[in-house]
């Protein structure tokens, strides 16, 4: 394929990769990161995006919700979409592996999340 629009390649893209394996986890959204939380008794994820600022920038977060629905903190005002919204929060549910992408727009954060079924 001929790439006449120029867009970034795979290897042109700066992305920090981050796991964890806590019960408890505080989460500092870096620009242009994912982050693996890989604990099957994953309890409470803290959220913060001080250093999420840059426009157009995107984070990944993957995490496991098994015997105890994850508990999530963060900040008011992220525009949420997807499965278990309620309200305009999201709240993880028992027995379900969720993706959480989120990007900030310039004027909100956004996030869309997808959950499945285990």
């Known amino acids: 394929l001929t790439n006449d629009a ?3 390649s795979h290897d042109e893209i700066d992305t920090s990769y981050y796991t964890y ?3 408890t986890v505080n989460l500092n959204l870096s620009d242009n ?3 693996l939380l890989s604990s099957d008794s994953l309890q409470t994820v803290s959220v913060d995006f001080s250093t999420f600022a840059s ?3 995107t ?3 993957t995490l496991k919700s098994r015997e105890i629905a994850v508990s999530m903190i963060y900040p008011e005002g992220i525009k949420w979409s ?3 919204i309620t309200d305009n929060e999201f709240v993880p549910v028992i ?3 969720y993706t959480l992408a989120f990007w ?3 004027i909100n954060i956004n996030c869309v999340v997808r959950g499945i079924d285990v």
């Open 59 to 61: 984070a990944f977060v």
């Open 6 to 8: 120029n867009y970034a």
């Open 21 to 23: 394996e806590d019960n």
């Open 95 to 97: 027995d379900k592996d």
């Open 33 to 35: 990161s994912e982050y």
């Open 104 to 106: 900030n727009d310039g």
């Open 82 to 84: 997807g499965d278990d």
């Open 55 to 57: 426009r157009g920038s």
